[in-house]
């Protein structure tokens, strides 16, 4: 049996979703004969994954494709010109006429994004000259920089290739299929459509079936056609996002022209766990002939042994595998069996050694990125904040540092599921060496960690085992990830997770007031939220913040609140970035577990779980009031747009309205105040008496000593110091940085230097953890 694992479009651009890597790994553990008490492995021949977002990406944004595009638009885009306002015929008749430069320079756009051997001398050509494409985006990037009286260089060419992008993305959806986007595909039909039915009727949509059509033919089909009759072929599709939904059942259905009865198809992820996780539509086994559940491991090791038990003297297929099953249950899985739904989405006890499987596997288990052609991702520059743009500029190797949350209380979140409430941590040294001897395969050295957030103490030791790594390899990972803004993250531990290579983090602050963080169970503090990001901010390290708003029980003034806290935030350069997310109620949340269980009076479900039965996405719930929210979202959007870039940061919160909002009730200097709190305790931790209990690095390079001076760099200052015995002092700490710590160094420390040398050196790159 061969195993292909196929990510269906459109996902993240940049890089290859982290599903399919781990499902490879995986299954490659089981061929290897890794995973304890189970000969399932042996079934498997080959195990191959293939990125299909990325692929039909280069299929469009091509020559050849958009020669095609062109081709099947032109017609209707001239004819919608005719009977659209002046300013959208204008768009319309200007990308017909400029086809051919389209068509001439969209190779080299890409190149640019993904950074061929040519691309910085195409650079200088596209950002200057007149015969290169030009869409409404890229004339508005033009006029930002008009108005900030600077002329477009070559350093902007990813920018702009980037907005050229959108822009042939906007006459897709505007003229060629209205379900593209960039980076999704039918997103509102797997979010909100009542029936499958809708999506059965999106399968003949024009990018499906003109381009991503092609695209499963050239990756699936079988160069000998005999070995469809002698191979049996398992399928895994992922579907981390309502976006790909679409795509991934026209992938089983032309799968299923390509293989008949000897494809078995599988299909799982975000999407399947949070929207289908009560599924009923028996017509979506027409196309998908078992679904997953969670992470899967446990469901797909219980159906390969299943199948390794049958008697198979023929070869395996998709019926005869159902049929072996007789109607029994397997592990978080489903399938259709005499006319029914078989299996549940939730354990069952009589199969939990499945799920001690699947913990065991999740400690240990590398994503494996081997194989994908990282030169084929382009790097997208779609904003000048740095913080912000660092999603999609990098090919991030994505992991996870633990599976689900240590927290998991939050009430927005969908904490009844396991992605949030099964923590597992992973073995932090084990896996800081797995992701180095990826970056060593794929040459791609940084780790973007998407956890719900990283645990401070995994996040440490990551850290020192990547110091240590770049002592013996001579190289490091560099790395950031999701955190919770809380009051462990200290200015040494900051100090220290920096110089380890971490260079951002994002984390929810979600309603930056005292209620609103109570309101949610956010389970912090303005104060510890405050210190948290000053720690970061001031070792160097990007912060982004996640903001929510429309909580089915915040007022007017709250927000307003919240906004003004954030304001403040960005004046005094403690956030980079931030995000608002209008808040949805969801099936799985912890609030709409409390109300069913009498909690929340005030909540009113207009529909629930017993009205979203019968409908096919069933997650997103609906509450009496939950509309009245969406009249700030223009003025919440603006203003951060400003703040991000450094603009308006004294303009009065209310006036970014065009209605009457309240006035704030915070002080002017609020967040100051609780700047000045920080300053206070980190001070005081400076001037701690230190123990031999206490861990101590040094992280301020390679002192030089002149007498009973001492000199150092750290944080890019040089620093001086009077030292009795600098000469040992000097020696034990170069012993003492993190890649090359030995053991009861610190101790030597403690007994030559005065409390007066310790604290200058404390101030100064001794970090105490």
């Known amino acids: 049996m061969n195993v292909t694992i196929i990510q269906p479009p459109l996902v993240q651009l940049n890089t290859p979703y982290p599903s399919g890597a781990y499902l490879k790994a995986f299954f490659q553990m089981l061929q290897d004969g890794k995973v304890p008490e189970t000969s399932a492995g042996s079934l498997i021949s080959e195990v191959r994954w293939l990125d299909l977002s990325t692929a039909l990406f280069h299929k469009i944004f091509c020559r050849r494709g958009l020669t095609k595009l062109f081709e099947l638009s032109e017609k209707k885009a001239l004819s919608m010109a005719e009977n659209s306002d002046e300013e959208t015929a204008f768009q319309l008749r200007r990308y017909i006429i400029n086809q051919d430069l389209w068509i001439n320079w969209i190779d080299r756009i890409v190149e640019i994004l993904c950074g061929g051997n040519s691309a910085?001398?195409?650079?200088?050509?596209?950002?200057?000259?007149?015969?290169?494409?030009?869409?409404?985006?890229?004339?508005?990037?033009?006029?930002?920089?008009?108005?900030?009286?600077?002329?477009?260089?070559?350093?902007?060419?990813?920018?702009?290739?980037?907005?050229?992008l959108a822009d042939l993305a906007d006459f897709i959806t505007a003229v060629f299929d209205p379900d593209f986007r960039l980076i999704s595909y039918a997103e509102h039909l797997g979010t909100s459509t009542a029936s499958f039915n809708d999506v059965i009727k999106g399968l003949e949509s024009p990018v499906l079936n003109h381009f991503f059509k092609d695209v499963l033919t050239e990756n699936l089909c079988p160069a000998d056609s005999n070995a469809v009759s002698n191979t049996t072929?398992?399928?895994?599709?992922?579907?981390?996002?309502?976006?790909?939904?679409?795509a991934a059942v026209f992938a089983a259905k032309e799968i299923r022209k390509l293989y008949g009865n000897k494809a078995i198809i599988a299909t799982g992820g975000g999407?399947?766990?949070?929207?289908?996780?009560?599924?009923?539509?028996?017509?979506?086994?027409?196309?998908?002939?078992?679904?997953?559940?969670?992470?899967?491991?446990?469901?797909?090791?219980?159906?390969?042994?299943?199948?390794?038990?049958?008697?198979?003297?023929?070869?395996?297929?998709?019926?005869?595998?159902?049929?072996?099953?007789?109607?029994?249950?397997?592990?978080?899985?489903?399938?259709?069996?005499?006319?029914?739904?078989?299996?549940?989405?939730?354990?069952?006890?009589?199969?939990?050694?499945?799920?001690e499987a699947e913990t065991n596997i999740c400690r240990v288990l590398i994503p494996d990125f081997s194989g994908i052609d990282f030169s084929k991702y382009p790097r997208l520059a779609d904003d000048t904040n740095p913080m912000h743009s660092i999603w999609n500029d990098g090919a991030w190797l994505k992991a996870y540092m633990a599976h689900g949350c240590y927290w998991h209380r939050c009430a927005f979140c969908d904490t009844q599921l396991e992605y949030v409430n099964r923590f597992c941590k992973v073995g932090a040294e084990h896996f800081c060496d797995g992701l180095t001897e990826q970056a060593e395969k794929t040459g791609v050295w940084g780790i973007h960690f998407v956890d719900e957030a990283c645990p401070p103490a995994s996040m440490i030791a990551f850290g020192l085992r990547n110091l240590q790594n770049e002592k013996s390899k001579g190289k490091k990972l560099t790395w950031w990830g999701n955190i919770r803004f809380e009051k462990t993250f200290t200015r040494d531990m900051a100090d220290f997770l920096s110089y380890s290579g971490l260079t951002a983090v994002s984390g929810g602050i979600e309603i930056a007031t005292g209620d609103g963080l109570s309101a949610v169970n956010k389970g912090t503090t303005i104060e510890?939220?405050?210190?948290?990001?000053?720690?970061?901010?001031?070792?160097?390290?990007?912060?982004?913040?996640?903001?929510?708003?429309?909580?089915?029980?915040?007022?007017?003034?709250?927000?307003?609140?919240?906004?003004?806290?954030?304001?403040?935030?960005?004046?005094?350069?403690l956030l980079d970035s931030a995000f608002w997310h209008k808040f949805t109620l969801t099936l799985h949340s912890t609030v709409y577990?409390?109300?069913?269980?009498?909690?929340?009076?005030?909540?009113?479900?207009?529909?629930?779980?017993?009205?979203?039965?019968?409908?096919?996405?069933?997650?997103?719930?609906?509450?009496?009031?939950?509309?009245?929210?969406?009249?700030?979202?223009?003025?919440?959007?603006?203003?951060?747009?400003?703040?991000?870039?450094?603009?308006n940061l004294d303009t009065n919160v209310q006036r970014w309205f065009s209605f009457n909002m309240p006035h704030p009730t915070l002080p002017k200097d609020y967040i100051d105040k609780l700047i000045e709190k920080y300053e206070i305790r980190r001070d005081s931790a400076y001037k701690k008496v230190l123990t031999e209990k206490d861990r101590l690095f040094?992280?301020?390079?390679?002192?030089?000593?002149?007498?009973?001076?001492?000199?150092?760099?750290?944080?890019?200052?040089?620093?001086?110091?009077?030292?009795?015995?600098?000469?040992?002092?000097?020696?034990?700490?170069?012993?003492?940085?993190?890649?090359?710590?030995?053991?009861?160094?610190?101790?030597?420390?403690?007994?030559?230097?005065?409390?007066?040398?310790?604290?200058?050196?404390?101030?100064?790159?001794?970090?105490?953890?």
């Open 120 to 164: 910085r001398e195409f650079c200088h050509e596209f950002v200057r000259s007149p015969h290169s494409p030009r869409g409404n985006r890229m004339e508005n990037f033009f006029g930002e920089l008009a108005e900030q009286g600077r002329d477009i260089t070559t350093d902007d060419a990813k920018i702009l290739a980037s907005l050229a």
């Open 233 to 246: 072929e398992l399928f895994l599709i992922s579907v981390p996002f309502p976006g790909c939904f679409e």
């Open 271 to 355: 999407y399947i766990n949070t929207e289908l996780r009560n599924l009923s539509e028996s017509k979506l086994f027409d196309y998908f002939d078992f679904v997953s559940y969670d992470m899967g491991y446990g469901s797909y090791l219980h159906l390969l042994e299943k199948i390794s038990s049958a008697d198979n003297e023929k070869c395996i297929t998709n019926d005869s595998t159902i049929q072996n099953l007789s109607g029994k249950c397997l592990y978080k899985m489903k399938y259709f069996d005499n006319e029914k739904i078989i299996g549940s989405a939730y354990p069952d006890e009589s199969l939990k050694q499945y799920a």
């Open 528 to 573: 510890n939220i405050v210190a948290a990001a000053c720690a970061f901010k001031e070792a160097g390290i990007l912060v982004h913040s996640y903001m929510i708003f429309g909580f089915y029980q915040q007022s007017e003034q709250d927000l307003i609140n919240s906004m003004e806290t954030l304001r403040q935030l960005f004046k005094a350069g």
């Open 593 to 647: 577990k409390e109300w069913e269980e009498g909690k929340h009076p005030d909540l009113k479900i207009i529909t629930g779980h017993e009205e979203n039965k019968n409908r096919f996405a069933e997650n997103d719930l609906h509450f009496a009031g939950e509309n009245k929210s969406a009249k700030y979202s223009d003025g919440l959007n603006a203003a951060l747009d400003a703040w991000m870039h450094g603009q």
């Open 698 to 769: 040094w992280l301020g390079g390679k002192p030089v000593v002149s007498g009973e001076t001492l000199t150092w760099f750290f944080m890019g200052q040089e620093l001086t110091g009077h030292f009795a015995k600098a000469k040992e002092v000097a020696s034990i700490l170069e012993e003492i940085t993190p890649g090359s710590k030995k053991q009861d160094k610190e101790k030597d420390l403690l007994k030559i230097c005065s409390g007066k040398e310790l604290g200058r050196l404390r101030r100064g790159g001794l970090c105490c953890l």
